[in-house]
């Protein structure tokens, strides 16, 4: 069994900063890309940032500039460093990855969610 576990959330002040970590764990045999996902009260869940298992690095629009993603492939591990946070950034943020796990093909699999609050 594969599971993805986010850390990091909190409230923060507009212009702060927090890094947000998510670690697999389980029966892994590889992981491709691993991405964030953020979805607001009301809203769909929208892809923030996306990270291939090369380095390679895509972002929303909205986020360009401040939100930085990283992975440490030893530690099954993806991050995301959020800068300049904005009110409008508040959201419950979900870690997503392409695994390929006991059964040798590659699932999808989601976290828990951490809740991401910009307020003063």
């Known amino acids: 069994q594969v599971q993805l576990v986010e850390s990091g959330g909190g409230l923060v002040q507009p212009g702060g900063s927090l890094r947000l970590s998510c670690a697999a764990s389980?029966?892994?045999?590889?992981?491709?890309?691993m991405a964030w996902y953020r979805q607001a009260p009301g809203k769909q869940r929208d892809l923030v940032a996306i990270?291939?298992?090369?380095?390679?690095?895509s972002y929303a629009d909205s986020v360009k500039g401040r939100f930085t993603i990283s992975r440490d492939n030893a530690k099954n591990t993806v991050y995301l460093q959020m800068s300049n946070l904005k009110p409008e950034d508040t959201a419950v943020y979900y870690c997503?990855?392409?695994?390929?796990?006991?059964?040798?093909?590659?699932?999808?699999?989601w976290g828990q969610g951490t809740q991401v609050t910009v307020s003063s």
């Open positions: 997503n990855a392409d695994i390929r796990d006991y059964t040798r093909f590659i699932k999808n699999y």
């Open positions: 990270i291939t298992s090369g380095g390679s690095t």
């Open positions: 389980g029966s892994i045999f590889g992981i491709n890309a």
